[in-house]
């Protein structure tokens, strides 16, 4: 129950307080800490009378020994009674207590739940970049500074506020017990602190830097090693692991460099450190017996400044490698920032309403485009889709066929004109609720590493499994989705398909794509390369269940196979961004232009049609 208790202190799935977390490393620690601080504020009190509780324990042991100098007293219990007991609940009450909380609100509050927290909402964040954000970098880069921040923007916030109280309290309590037993034994530790936090000075901001090179090349072999995984057929089709291994120890060999020039400056600030310990264990120990020999001090604080400095030494080393651990982190958060904190570039626009989508008419008014890059991929392009009309969109690669389509879909936004969809701008509407209005099946279909139910269940989370399966005869994919399994044991709709469906052919993958529209039946279908993946017999045994699905529909079909959508109400033809033809297959034949050439190449340039 108290474990419990401790657990639930923080919410980890809360929202995040603002759109974009900062991009700067401060303003972005405050950001996080600021939704947890009751937990840090609780720890910040604990940890003072934590350490002012180690502190007393020396003073203790002085007075002790002060105590029991002399002869023997068989009253030494009765005498000092008071005094010992209260010794006694220091020690063995107040002690754990306090550092029994340190480690609740350290191992059940702040560690498993701001970490949480923090990569919840970073993930909540990333996954709203665009297409071309994940484009450009690994998956597995991504990934990995997502996890890594949250440990790293914890461990450094803990460790700081662990380290701060430490420091003060043995400093300024040391510094005053000193004091009491003789001004002159503060004077090796007053020199000592000014050294100390001179190396300090010297030498964290270096390992800063170098932890941020580091922490990037670590990064970069992570994505390395991910990328060649996903793609590892790729690589056994090419036979080339012997180039996947020299490509991942470039890798390695820079991660390594950049660690160890790291850990150089760990290894400096170690040595200096330790002589500097070394300096004040000497002086304040030969100090303190000097004093004592001129009886200037007792016995027992002779103990006492030699067990507090002892402690000290220990302590610095411990607090040498939290201040390196801190900086480290840092540096990790850092890196972190160059892939979380990037702005988004297609974004909602505040209160944006959900878009209606009644009849289905979709208008291109002067759209352009050129992915950020000079010259325009779409240039003034002007076209209109009636309500229910289906038109087949053609031209050589690099025209500008499925630029088109993701602009619609606004995975990328206009850079010019606008797109309507019965009279909305899809700019003003949610991201969300256009793409739910558009059923789009891909040439190169994608699965989620789950089941196929839930591959399915995408489409339409809240589909009735008689829907389901109507979905699936109509794809025909009900002949083999009974027949798989996984090395789970798992069979039919719970199978697993693997990273991206690789455990599926082409075809199943395709169809399980079509089947997963099917279920989603939404106003508006998009068919890039739709049945590009399927053998004849299958693509004509689907090709009634798509003219199904097409009826009622706003459809836009891109075909390579020309044969697929000649029988389209309206084809455009598409070169380097403009519209140069429009019309049925028979009017485009007649006008022997682009579209003509591109039909003669297929039937009478391959297969010696007339």
């Known amino acids: ?70 002869m023997p007293n068989a009253n030494f219990f009765s005498d000092h009674q008071a005094e010992l007991i209260w010794m006694l609940v220091v020690v063995l009450l107040l002690r754990p207590l306090f550092f029994g909380l340190h480690d609740l609100l350290v191992h059940q509050t702040i560690s498993p ?139 390695i060999s820079e991660q390594t460099e950049k660690t160890q020039l790291a850990a150089r400056v760990i290894t400096s600030m170690d040595v200096v450190i330790t002589t500097l310990n070394g300096l004040l264990v000497v002086t304040t120990t030969g100090l303190a017996l000097w004093l004592w020999s001129h009886s200037l001090i007792t016995v027992g604080a002779i103990a006492l400044a030699t067990g507090l400095v002892i402690r000290i030494v220990n302590m610095s080393g411990w607090i040498m490698w939290v201040v390196n651990g801190i900086f480290e982190n840092i540096g990790m958060v850092q890196d972190g920032l160059q892939t979380i904190a990037q702005p988004v570039s297609v974004t909602d626009k505040p209160q944006a309403p959900a878009l209606k989508v009644s009849r289905g008419a979709v208008r291109f008014d002067n759209v352009g485009f050129n992915y950020g890059k000079g010259g325009k991929v779409i240039d003034g392009l002007n076209l209109d889709i009636r309500p229910g009309e289906k038109i087949g969109l053609i031209g050589p690669s690099g ?19 606008r797109i309507l969809i019965d009279g909305q701008n899809i700019a003003d509407v949610n991201q969300a609720s256009l793409r739910a209005q558009i059923g789009m099946i891909t040439q190169d279909t994608s699965l989620l590493h789950r089941s196929i139910r839930d591959n399915l269940l995408y489409g339409r989370p809240d589909a009735s499994e008689d829907a389901v399966w109507e979905a699936v005869r109509g794809a025909r994919a009900d002949d083999f989705i009974a027949q798989l399994s996984d090395s789970q044991g798992r069979t039919g709709f719970d199978a697993h ?26 106003p508006i279908l998009i068919m890039d390369e739709a049945t590009s993946a399927l053998d004849s017999e299958v693509e004509a045994a689907i090709q009634e269940s798509l003219e199904t699905l097409m009826q009622g529909k706003t459809v836009i079909a891109i075909a390579h196979r020309l044969s697929t959508i000649a029988r389209m109400d309206r084809l455009v033809v598409l070169d380097k961004g403009h519209i140069v033809e429009s019309g049925t297959h028979a009017e485009l034949l007649a006008q022997q232009g682009l579209y003509a050439r591109l039909w003669h190449h297929q039937t009478g340039g391959f297969v010696g049609v007339d």
Not at 29 to 49: K, M
Request: glycine fraction near 6%; include cysteine; aromatic fraction near 12%.
């Open 1 to 70: 129950m108290l474990y419990r208790r401790f657990e639930k202190l923080i919410d980890i799935f809360r929202e995040a307080p603002s759109e974009a977390p900062p991009s700067t490393v401060w303003p972005f620690y405050l950001y996080y800490l600021r939704q947890v601080w009751p937990s840090f504020l609780a720890l910040l009190f604990v940890g003072l009378f934590a350490a002012l509780i180690e502190v007393a324990m020396f003073g203790y042991l002085s007075r002790i020994i002060d105590l029991a100098q002399g």
């Open 399 to 417: 025209a500008g066929k499925s630029t088109l389509v993701n602009l619609l879909l606004r995975l990328y936004d206009v850079e010019s004109g």
């Open 497 to 522: 398909v693997g990273e991206r469906g690789v455990k599926l052919s082409g075809g199943q993958r395709q169809r399980i794509a079509i089947a997963r529209v099917l279920l989603k039946n939404a």
């Open 113 to 251: 739940g701001m970490t949480s927290m923090i990569r919840w909402q970073n993930h909540s964040y990333v996954l709203k970049q665009s297409l071309n954000f994940f484009q450009s970098d690994f998956a597995g880069r991504i990934a990995q500074r997502i996890m890594q921040t949250g440990n790293s923007l914890r461990d450094s916030a803990v460790q700081a506020v662990d380290a701060l109280w430490h420091v003060l309290i043995y400093a300024i309590s040391s510094l005053v017990l000193f004091a009491e037993a003789d001004w002159r034994l503060m004077l090796p530790l007053l020199v000592w602190i000014g050294c100390y936090i001179a190396a300090l000075y010297y030498f964290v901001p270096r390992v800063k830097a170098r932890s941020v090179i580091s922490s990037d090349a670590r990064s970069k072999l992570m994505g390395r090693i991910v990328d060649g995984y996903t793609n590892i057929a790729t690589l056994k089709l090419f036979a080339h692991t012997d180039y996947e291994q020299q490509y991942a120890r470039e890798a």
